[in-house]
């Protein structure tokens, strides 16, 4: 699969649709060849996306790992490390996040990297100022944009991170000794403000002030986004009195900030104009909701209703629904449904077909 | 001088851009736009506390520094992109605060509950995020690209300050230059840097960019001891935090190492950091009992007279009269 198609099916893998506008190619690529033969593929299955990922990944040349973060050779991330261990057991959020990190063989979390090396690559140098003619460039990709990519992930498991951060006075029995979270909170804290201390370090070596103005409002539409993730209802029986585009803008701060500004800013790196930096700009955005919507789609299409999955009565369908229905005749049906796992699944098909028809 | 500059704090505010969710220019921050975040705003600003018995340090240093320039004769002025070296100084150092706050499970500061206590662990950590994000939006926004760098290496010192008082040194000689270390990055290394960056805004000559950062670095770590000496010989009530305070987390301060010196028997104390049942109490007794408390004074008086050396090489003026005023004030201060 060559690269332009590449580019063209991560959308597709991630339940986008259409096609993103061509105009800002890098002269040097084709123009695309039958776009609809690739329509016809509907294999969406982990198998398939890893190696998606790890043609992408051959086509940057290298991948922004997080091992391969300089921080990694730091005495601060041994002794997190060895922080981190001594949480084994207990059941600290901060445990599941770093599991999540080593061992993820989805590669979710290097997501962000790759699509920003992806669309430096794809928009190649800028035609117009030709100031970077001195930069280096590996496999067609500038070494500022590599960084500016390494800092989009640190950003993000940073926030990871930090919304692994547990309450102390609303902690049960059942959650273990107040001191395994007291602890587990520190190291929490420790490691994410040493990941966005990385992170703040490497912008001021990128010597731009936009760049660093365009992360810098990322992190703090990303905090603004999980503030709100935080503050819908504990009990988590009702759905937030939103409708679909306070949803969508929400959505935007917590999962679109992050991508779509870090585009945006590799293009900047590259003294792309403006309109090649607000194309940049909403593909990443696209690309990150998608992402998002696509998830929260997941418990709905499942070929099995049996197997009770949860989702989220403030995820994208159920918003949907409420909206469509009305809020008082949406509670009135959650009322209506109880805990059983029978009635759950036939509340989960309810869902489906109201979606369904009205999609 | 101190009316003055508490009117002029009034005044200044920072507000972001109104948002779009679009690019446009890149750097549109946000508003605290839904109620929710209206929240972490008072948060923000009930802990910046703005009572004028309550200005930190930090702050006077920095409109007081402004007044570099003077010896440059470019202009008598403070610059607006100073200005907002303190704004940023004031509030990477709040979310510090905050975030410390959290760590060490802190009830009350400044004499006020902290965030942590009234609002949660989790908003807590976020507040100080968001702080921190504010402080970056703003200093992209003076376009120096020197005094970003220069700001940056202050997050990653605090950072690492914190990471330095989780471990601890079993060599007597080393525990004192790590607690100096630690001294520097967690507190110093703001100030110095501030100062530098002040500096570097209003004068192209390095030799003043040196004076600024010396002076801002003795101060600070003068400004620490003090505070380490305080949490031993004040009580509660003048302090706004408990004090026994650096005891009760383990950690062994200026007077706490001197008096090994003498008593070394602590050095058990220290070492397991104070966890025994009544390890606090006895170590609060050694230490009043020595002279740990006068050699950390004397040593902070040492770093004053540093940094009133550095502050000299500045020709005379009202404002250098001020910093030189403003380093006895901090051995003097009892609070």
Avoid at chain 2, 281 to 292: E, F, I, K, T, W
């Amino acid at each position: 699969m060559n690269f332009r198609q590449l580019l063209l099916h991560l959308p597709r893998y991630l339940g986008a649709s259409g096609s993103p506008r061509r105009l800002w190619w890098s002269p040097s690529l084709d123009t695309i060849s039958s776009v609809g033969s690739w329509r016809g593929r509907s294999s969406k299955s982990p198998a398939h996306w890893n190696q998606v990922v790890s043609e992408a990944e051959k086509i940057v040349g290298y991948p922004t790992s997080f091992m391969s973060l300089r921080c990694l050779l730091s005495d601060e991330l041994s002794n997190i490390a060895m922080q981190v261990r001594k949480l084994v057991g207990t059941q600290h959020p901060l445990l599941t996040t770093a599991r999540g990190l080593v061992h993820d063989s989805w590669n979710s979390l290097q997501l962000r990297g790759l699509v920003v090396l992806l669309i430096s690559k794809a928009a190649g140098p800028s035609s117009v100022n030709t100031s970077c003619q001195n930069y280096d460039m590996v496999s067609g990709i500038y070494s500022c944009q590599r960084s500016l990519a390494e800092i989009t992930e640190l950003i993000h498991i940073a926030l990871l991170v930090h919304r692994g951060i547990v309450n102390l006075n609303e902690l049960q029995s059942s959650d273990g000794p107040l001191k395994d979270m007291q602890f587990g909170n520190k190291i929490a804290i420790l490691s994410g403000d040493f990941l966005l201390a990385n992170a703040c370090n490497g912008l001021a070596l990128l010597q731009n002030t936009k760049v660093v103005e365009l992360l810098a409002s990322a992190l703090m539409d990303l905090v603004q986004g999980v503030y709100h993730e935080n503050s819908t209802s504990k009990e988590s029986y009702i759905t937030d009195d939103i409708g679909i585009s306070t949803w969508k803008e929400q959505t935007f701060l917590s999962h679109g900030a992050l991508l779509a500004k870090s585009c945006q800013a590799a293009m900047e790196l590259a003294k792309h104009d403006a309109e090649v930096q607000n194309m940049a700009f909403q593909y990443g955005k696209h690309m990150a909701m998608s992402h998002k919507i696509n998830s929260d789609v997941q418990p709905f299409i499942k070929e099995k209703t049996s197997d009770s999955m949860t989702f989220n009565l403030n995820s994208a369908p159920v918003v949907l629904h409420q909206e469509f229905l009305g809020r008082d005749l949406w509670i009135k049906q959650i009322g209506e449904s109880s805990s059983t796992e029978v009635q759950l699944s036939n509340f989960q098909q309810m869902l489906l077909s109201t979606l369904l028809s009205t999609a | 001088m101190a009316s003055r500059w508490w009117r002029w704090r009034r005044g200044c505010s920072w507000k972001p851009a109104a948002r779009s969710p679009g690019p446009g220019s890149p750097g549109r921050a946000g508003p605290l736009g839904p109620s929710a975040a209206a929240e972490v705003r008072a948060q923000v600003h009930r802990r910046k506390g703005l009572d004028l018995s309550q200005i930190p340090y930090i702050n006077l240093v920095k409109h007081l520094t402004s007044a570099c320039p003077n010896v440059c004769r470019i202009s008598r002025h403070v610059q607006a992109s100073q200005r907002a070296i303190a704004l940023i100084a004031e509030m990477i150092h709040t979310a510090s605060l905050v975030h410390d706050d959290v760590i060490d499970d802190a009830s009350s500061r400044r004499g006020k509950h902290t965030v942590n206590k009234i609002w949660g662990e989790k908003k807590a950590v976020l507040a100080g995020d968001l702080i921190l994000s504010a402080a970056s939006i703003a200093l992209a926004r003076i376009g120096n690209t020197t005094v970003i760098s220069i700001l940056t290496q202050v997050i990653e010192d605090l950072v690492r300050g914190e990471f330095l008082q989780l471990g601890s040194k079993e060599n007597e000689n080393e525990r004192f230059a790590h607690y100096l270390e630690k001294t520097f990055k967690k507190t110093a290394s703001l100030i110095a840097n501030s100062c530098k960056a002040v500096s570097v805004l209003g004068c192209p000559d390095p030799v003043v960019h040196e004076i600024a950062y010396q002076y801002g670095k003795n101060v600070g770590i003068a400004f620490q001891l003090i505070d380490d000496v305080l949490d031993f010989t004040s009580c509660s009530d003048q302090m706004g935090k408990p004090t026994s305070a650096d005891l009760k987390l383990g950690l062994a301060t200026g007077p706490v190492l001197f008096a090994c010196q003498q008593f070394p028997e602590m050095n058990a104390m220290i070492m397991r950091r104070f966890s025994l049942p009544g390890d606090v109490d006895r170590a609060r007794q050694y230490v009043l009992q020595s002279d740990g408390v006068q050699q950390t004074t004397y040593l902070a008086q040492q770093y004053c007279h540093e940094a009133i050396r550095e502050i000299s090489k500045l020709r005379p003026s009202p404002e250098r009269d001020a910093l030189i005023q403003l380093s006895e004030i901090v051995l003097t201060r009892d609070k």
